[in-house]
């Protein structure tokens, strides 16, 4: 017992040290920096500058953004998993394949991919003047924001989603059919609430990095839309001011930790219900 324990603890050697080196030495010092001032004396006059005006329609707008990105992500997963789960399974693993495969792009290279076909004479407005229709301005617009962060983080949705809806047994959904349920009656009362564990890990996976994007923001903002995100960056890298940049690192962390603990209590919830 104690040779296994003692194996255990081994192995979790490195991860530890992984863990100690790169995420929590970084975080006592974003902490440290958003803590104190320029001189290194304690002061909460960091935080507080979240309350300006300018900080605060970047946060607003940040969630927003993110929560509209989120709500489309999971409309669009829930039809698509449930094709996929309908298929066979060879089929079934080639469609979600096709879904994966952006994940293994970089991300910087398809965020510009999309600069490319949203921009004033990119692929859209050509193809669209093919038939005579007006040119849309999408670059440079919250609308180009979102539909960046929809195709970047669209897998992290379909993936648990897929998942939890692959363990519930199809003879619950031809119950419910027996019984006399419409199809959107199944979906309400059956399928939701069997597969809320995965929608709602597809939820966290992507709001998180939705509300703290920079990149998607600045390609295809433009610079025009300044997210929560961008604020920061320009604080440390063109500002240099480290203890604003860090202390609204930490109104965001605030955020994360706010979301994983809503996903918690929700999932607790479910497997009470359950």
Known sequence: MFRSIGMRNLFLAPFCLWAGIFIFVPLFFIIGYGLTDADGNFTLANLLMIFQSEFFRSLEMSILLAAVSTIICLILAYPLC?????????AGLIITLLFVLPLWMNSLLSTMAWQTILEK????????RLFSI???????????????????????M?????????KI????????????????????????????????????????????????????????LLL????????????????LGAALSIVL??????????????????????
């Open 169 to 224: 047994d199809n003879s619950i959904f031809e119950a419910a059919r027996d019984l006399g349920a419409s199809a959107w009656q199944t979906f309400f009362k059956v399928t939701m609430p069997l597969s809320l564990p995965g929608a709602i890990s597809g939820i966290t996976m992507v709001f998180i990095p939705a509300l703290t994007t920079f990149a998607i923001s600045a390609l295809l903002g433009g610079g025009k």
């Open 134 to 156: 007006p040119d849309v301005a999408l670059i440079n617009t919250a609308t180009a924001i979102v539909i960046g962060m929809v195709y970047n983080y669209l897998p992290y």
């Open 253 to 274: 962390m605030i955020f994360i930790v706010l979301n994983m603990a809503l996903t918690v209590f929700f999932e607790n919830s479910h497997e009470e219900q359950a």
């Open 121 to 128: 004479n990119g692929i859209l407005n050509q193809f669209l």
């Open 82 to 90: 449930l094709i996929l789960v309908e298929r066979a399974k060879s």
């Open 228 to 243: 929560i995100g961008n604020v920061i960056e320009q604080e440390f890298t063109f500002e240099y001011d480290w203890n």
């Open 158 to 166: 379909v993936l648990p989603l897929y998942v939890s809806l692959s």
